[in-house]
Antibody, heavy 126, light 111 residues
Framework: LQLQESGPGVVRPSETLSLTCNVS??????????WAWIRQSPGKGLEWIGS???????RYNPSLQSRVTISVDTFKNEISLKLTSVTAADTAVYFC???????????????????WGQGTRVTVSP | QSVLTQPPSVSGAPGQRVIISCTGS?????????VHWYQQLPGTAPKVLIY???YRPSGVPERFSASRSATSASLAISGLQAEDEADYYC???????????FGTGTRLTVL
């Protein structure tokens, strides 16, 4: 399984960032797996953006929730990310990844990401 | 959104053993949610090193091991090699917000 992100390298402030992630093989829909976007600002750590689950449910980072949408096109084997009203703070390398659902308990399910795409760099600039 | 705390940097000489800590809270690690570890080599995407607290994916050397306690976890790297020089991140989930949380990241330098 390989993931490949693509999108514009530069986005203007206040516009919408749109990225796609092509999934090379395997079913897009499986109860043990889901899809996620994660970003890394220059010189910074990893920031989870959001996840789209097998049942169609989605969860987003509270700090981005009002601006982000993740969707999947199973016919094209693609996962999409849309982030509206971007600012310089959204400049980052954006990764897509497959999430695996692990141990579940009353407090929730553990999950990890593997594999990851190579990432695509996005710069927000006038 | 909680964040897991890691030391910014650790270092060790080839052959030595280093430990990277990951401190959480009662809403993530302390709630019983599992911890996972990633290695990010320079200029590359992160790769899972440990999942489910202690499990190594196939292909990950036995030199990498992990453990956890009440609200924290640790990654141990023994027999340090130059190729281990990378950034390491822990990751768990937030039980209250049902979100993913990453550690702040630790840069390992092999002296």
């Amino acid at each position: 399984l390989q993931l490949q992100e693509s999108g514009p390298g530069v986005v203007r402030p206040s516009e919408t960032l749109s990225l796609t992630c092509n999934v090379s093989a395997g079913p897009m829909s499986h109860s043990n797996y889901y899809w996620a976007w994660i970003r890394q600002s220059p010189g910074k750590g990893l920031e989870w953006i959001g996840s789209l689950y097998y049942d169609g449910a989605s969860r987003y980072n509270p700090s981005l929730q009002s601006r982000v949408t993740i969707s999947v096109d199973t016919f094209k084997n693609e996962i999409s990310l849309k982030l509206t009203s971007v600012t310089a703070a959204d400049t980052a390398v954006y990764f897509c990844a497959r999430g695996t659902v692990g141990h579940c308990s009353i407090v929730g399910c553990s999950n990890w990401f593997d594999p990851w795409g190579q990432g695509t760099r996005v710069t927000v600039s006038p | 959104q909680s964040v897991l705390t890691q030391p910014p940097s650790v270092s060790g000489a080839p052959g030595q053993r280093v430990i990277i800590s990951c401190t959480g809270s009662s809403s993530d690690i302390g709630a019983g949610l599992q911890v996972h570890w990633y290695q990010q080599l320079p200029g590359t995407a992160p790769k899972v090193l440990i999942y489910g607290d202690t499990y190594r994916p196939s292909g990950v050397p036995e030199r990498f091991s992990a453990s956890r306690s009440a609200t924290s976890a640790s990654l141990a790297i023994s027999g340090l090699q130059a190729e281990d020089e990378a950034d390491y991140y822990c990751q768990s989930s937030d039980s209250a917000l049902k979100t993913v949380v990453f550690g702040t990241g630790t840069r390992l330098t092999v002296l």
